[in-house]
């Protein structure tokens, strides 16, 4: 009985010495140098989700910069993928492979630079449309309006309004050019002008404002900002213009504490100081304490009669 023991013992340690442990992830970390052309790109990591840890948007810094990845940020994952920024670019994307970044292998990206084209139409208001040569429309809005993001090349902006000629123009744009092109339509002789009318566009806004909010407000006191158009239109019936704000907009009171003008082809001095005095009045929701700025375009025309 006891030699019986001692051999269920001895085969037990035996089956025991047999089953290893897992070894552990081999831990690494590498100082990894990152550059762009142009240079101060934001550079944002996008890590992806694993069982254990949220996907989402890491920002790493500006280009020239250092990152220090490693094992423990990047897990189990075969390669990295960094997105870069600059102002008045485009994004560019690199994929790099983690064996090349365990080896500090530097990253050096040339992102693409854009052109941006600024377009105007006498009168205002014209249905503008803006393409490329040989592709689909890449803009359509009612001047005036500013469209960034355009790669370099030729572009065909055609404007229309209902009682005027098409008026169409050509321009080159070039990598990093601020383009600008005005187009003028003639007025067809059968068609006589209606009524003023003016329109609202948003453009820029905080996003600690609420944009519906803030246009809902904004456009329910259109009859009192459209009032001041009368006073062109006195000087001038078949006047138009544009008027460019920032508004500085008092959050936890809920009103506009400032209406600067940015731009505007109105010269009669008192239509513009009725805008801003006008535009003021405006009674905005109210909110958490603070401040936001907003830019609007208010455009100022006149329909044709039918």
């Known amino acids: 009985?006891?030699?019986?023991?001692?051999?269920?013992?001895?085969?037990?340690?035996?089956?025991?010495?047999?089953?290893?442990?897992?070894?552990?992830?081999?831990?690494?970390?590498?100082?990894?140098?990152?550059?762009?052309?142009?240079?101060?790109?934001?550079?944002?990591?996008?890590?992806?989700?694993?069982?254990?840890?949220?996907?989402?948007?890491?920002?790493?810094?500006?280009?020239?910069?250092?990152?220090?990845?490693?094992?423990?940020?990047?897990?189990?994952?075969?390669?990295?993928?960094?997105?870069?920024?600059?102002?008045?670019?485009?994004?560019?994307?690199?994929?790099?492979?983690?064996?090349?970044?365990?080896?500090?292998?530097?990253?050096?990206?040339?992102?693409?630079?854009?052109?941006?084209?600024?377009?105007?139409?006498a009168p205002v208001a014209a249905f503008t449309v803006v393409d490329a040569t040989g592709t689909a429309a890449v803009r359509d809005e009612y001047a005036p309006f500013q469209v960034g993001d355009l790669s370099p090349g030729e572009y065909t902006v055609t404007a229309h309004r209902d009682g005027f000629d098409d008026s169409v123009e050509h321009v080159t744009l070039r990598a990093g050019e601020a383009g600008a092109v005005s187009l003028t339509l003639a007025q067809q002789q059968s068609s006589p002008l209606g009524e003023p009318r003016m329109a609202v566009f948003e453009g820029e806004i905080a996003p600690e404002l609420d944009e519906v909010g803030f246009m809902t407000a904004l456009r329910a006191q259109h009859t009192a900002i459209a009032a001041c158009y009368d006073r062109v239109l006195a000087a001038d019936p078949s006047a138009g213009g544009c008027v460019v704000l920032q508004l500085e907009v008092n959050l936890g009171f809920g009103r506009i504490d400032e209406a600067r003008i940015v731009e505007s082809d109105i010269t009669h001095a008192d239509t513009v100081d009725c805008i801003q005095r006008r535009i003021r009045r405006v009674e905005l929701p109210t909110g958490e304490p603070g401040t936001a700025v907003a830019n609007v375009t208010l455009q100022y025309f006149r329909l044709p009669a039918h």
């Open 1 to 121: 009985m006891m030699r019986r023991a001692a051999i269920v013992v001895v085969l037990g340690l035996t089956a025991a010495a047999c089953i290893s442990a897992p070894s552990a992830p081999e831990q690494w970390e590498a100082a990894v140098s990152i550059t762009s052309t142009p240079s101060g790109a934001q550079v944002v990591w996008i890590r992806p989700a694993t069982p254990s840890t949220p996907g989402g948007l890491v920002e790493l810094g500006r280009t020239p910069m250092t990152w220090t990845a490693s094992r423990a940020q990047l897990l189990d994952a075969a390669e990295a993928e960094l997105v870069f920024f600059v102002e008045g670019h485009g994004r560019a994307r690199s994929t790099i492979a983690v064996d090349a970044l365990r080896a500090g292998t530097p990253v050096d990206v040339a992102i693409p630079q854009f052109a941006t084209l600024r377009v105007r139409t």
